[in-house]
């Protein structure tokens, strides 16, 4: 037998939806029977600019007929576009980017950047967080189910409860090195920072000397209504991670950083092989672009609002969820059910926590798309006799 012989499998590590999509367009996605869906899900919110935006796809094939691959020991001009656009939309107190593939990458740099600055081990995060699943980030991510397995992760890392001033007041001391938070939970159930939680983290952080983390890669790029989520709140971090969105689809993060942290760091004291690509930088300079020129985050606002009156009329306005286009309804139970009926009608949604049922549709979602939404999530609702 030769080694060609076996056929390699997928692992399969992700619940399946049973579609084969095969084409995109802003809001809408296609499977392999011609079937058109509304895209709800939008790979957990990355694709929040629409599926193959035409604006952003021009530049990667543009860049990607000059070079493709350029590591940061050479100087390129689509990475210094990208540092030109990202200086319109940062907080001006975040002086260094630094640009990787993902989510938890930024996390682990993030994480790696507070140890150096401040010379010390300890992390803060809260209970329902989500930060990635490599191992330092995983570290700080609430849900047992993605940590147990993974075991002894590190080990100085104290969990609070989100929102609880008392406890951050408590146990957020000379020994941190950082807190991280995110502004709005995403995979932990759409729960929304307080502003005197926030202001609290900032305060303390000041005191005693640690840093602040606002993991963005969800809620940024103007999700919530703003271009950043901790922009509602008139609260900075030192550092600042995001992704998702920021590429307009394709695969990039960045964390941002103050001139004192960025300052403190040494070549070779991090890296990435991908990281700052010419072909990312033109994704993300493409999208801030899109994000400034066409009023994303107003119209993610406005929209955000429309869609949130709306789902006010079929459920009790307190089991709405989240900020701006990043919704959902609490359900008070497991909301596979309701979202393979959805599906029946061609939308594609997806979970938050245990309980909720997520929306992150782009921002060019229409009012007779959420209509469309609202009616049919009403029948599903009242065919389940949905829980008072």
Same mark, same amino acid.
């Given at each position: 037998?030769?080694?060609?012989?076996?056929?390699?499998?997928?692992?399969?590590?992700?619940?399946?939806?049973?579609?084969?999509?095969?084409?995109?367009?802003?809001?809408?996605?296609?499977?392999?029977?011609?079937?058109?869906?509304?895209?709800?899900?939008?790979?957990?919110?990355?694709?929040?600019?629409?599926?193959?935006?035409?604006?952003?796809?021009?530049?990667?094939?543009?860049?990607?007929?000059?070079?493709?691959?350029?590591?940061?020991?050479?100087?390129?001009?689509?990475?210094?576009?990208?540092?030109?656009?990202?200086?319109?939309?940062?907080?001006?107190?975040?002086?260094?980017?630094?640009?990787?593939?993902?989510?938890?990458?930024?996390?682990?740099?993030?994480?790696?950047?507070?140890?150096?600055?401040?010379?010390?081990?300890?992390?803060?995060?809260?209970?329902?967080?989500?930060?990635?699943?490599?191992?330092?980030?995983?570290?700080?991510?609430?849900?047992?189910?993605?940590?147990?397995?993974?075991?002894?992760?590190?080990?100085?890392?104290?969990?609070?409860?989100?929102?609880?001033?008392?406890?951050?007041?408590?146990?957020?001391?000379?020994?941190?090195?950082?807190?991280?938070?995110?502004?709005?939970?995403?995979?932990?159930?759409?729960?929304?920072?307080?502003?005197?939680?926030?202001?609290?983290?900032?305060?303390?952080?000041?005191?005693?000397?640690?840093?602040?983390?606002? *993991?963005? $890669?969800?809620?940024?790029?103007?999700? @919530? %209504? /703003?271009?950043?989520?901790?922009?509602?709140?008139? #609260?900075? &971090?030192?550092?600042?991670?995001?992704?998702?969105?920021?590429?307009?689809?394709?695969?990039?993060?960045?964390?941002?950083?103050?001139?004192?942290?960025?300052?403190?760091?040494?070549?070779?004291?991090?890296?990435?092989?991908?990281?700052?690509?010419?072909?990312?930088?033109?994704?993300?300079?493409?999208?801030?672009?899109?994000?400034?020129? *066409?009023? $994303?985050?107003?119209?993610?606002?406005? @929209? %955000? /609002?429309?869609?949130?009156?709306?789902?006010?009329? #079929?459920? &009790?306005?307190?089991?709405?969820?989240?900020?701006?286009?990043?919704?959902?309804?609490?359900?008070?139970?497991?909301?596979?059910?309701?979202?393979?009926?959805?599906?029946?009608?061609?939308?594609?949604?997806?979970?938050?926590?245990?309980?909720?049922?997520?929306?992150?549709?782009?921002?060019?979602?229409?009012?007779?798309?959420?209509?469309?939404?609202?009616?049919?999530?009403?029948?599903?609702?009242? %065919? /389940?006799?949905?829980?008072?």
């Amino acid at each position: 037998m030769f080694l060609g012989d076996v056929l390699a499998k997928l692992l399969q590590l992700y619940p399946k939806y049973g579609l084969r999509i095969v084409r995109g367009y802003m809001q809408y996605v296609w499977d392999d029977k011609g079937n058109r869906y509304l895209d709800l899900h939008t790979g957990y919110g990355t694709a929040f600019l629409g599926h193959s935006n035409p604006k952003i796809v021009e530049k990667v094939y543009e860049q990607m007929r000059k070079i493709m691959v350029a590591s940061y020991s050479f100087d390129i001009d689509s990475r210094d576009e990208s540092i030109e656009a990202l200086s319109k939309i940062l907080p001006k107190k975040l002086e260094y980017v630094f640009f990787q593939n993902s989510g938890t990458e930024a996390v682990e740099a993030a994480l790696k950047f507070s140890r150096k600055y401040t010379g010390r081990k300890k992390f803060v995060a809260f209970t329902n967080s989500f930060h990635g699943r490599t191992m330092g980030s995983l570290s700080l991510t609430w849900n047992p189910k993605y940590r147990k397995p993974f075991e002894p992760l590190l080990k100085d890392v104290v969990f609070l409860r989100f929102n609880d001033v008392f406890g951050v007041e408590r146990f957020v001391d000379e020994e941190t090195a950082a807190v991280i938070v995110e502004v709005v939970q995403g995979e932990g159930g759409l729960n929304v920072a307080t502003k005197e939680f926030l202001k609290t983290i900032r305060e303390k952080c000041n005191e005693t000397g640690c840093t602040v983390i606002f *993991d963005e $890669v969800q809620t940024g790029f103007g999700r @919530t %209504g /703003k271009i950043w989520a901790h922009q509602h709140y008139g #609260i900075e &971090p030192d550092i600042l991670v995001a992704g998702k969105a920021i590429g307009g689809g394709f695969p990039v993060s960045l964390v941002a950083v103050s001139s004192e942290i960025g300052e403190s760091l040494e070549p070779g004291e991090h890296g990435t092989t991908y990281g700052g690509n010419p072909v990312a930088c033109a994704a993300i300079s493409a999208s801030v672009n899109v994000l400034l020129k *066409d009023n $994303v985050a107003e119209k993610a606002r406005e @929209t %955000g /609002k429309y869609f949130r009156e709306r789902l006010g009329k #079929i459920v &009790p306005k307190e089991k709405i969820k989240g900020l701006g286009l990043m919704l959902g309804i609490d359900l008070g139970e497991n909301p596979e059910l309701t979202i393979k009926l959805l599906l029946n009608e061609k939308i594609i949604s997806l979970k938050a926590g245990e309980t909720v049922l997520r929306f992150l549709p782009p921002y060019m979602i229409t009012r007779e798309d959420i209509n469309y939404v609202v009616k049919v999530l009403s029948n599903v609702l009242s %065919g /389940k006799n949905y829980p008072s």
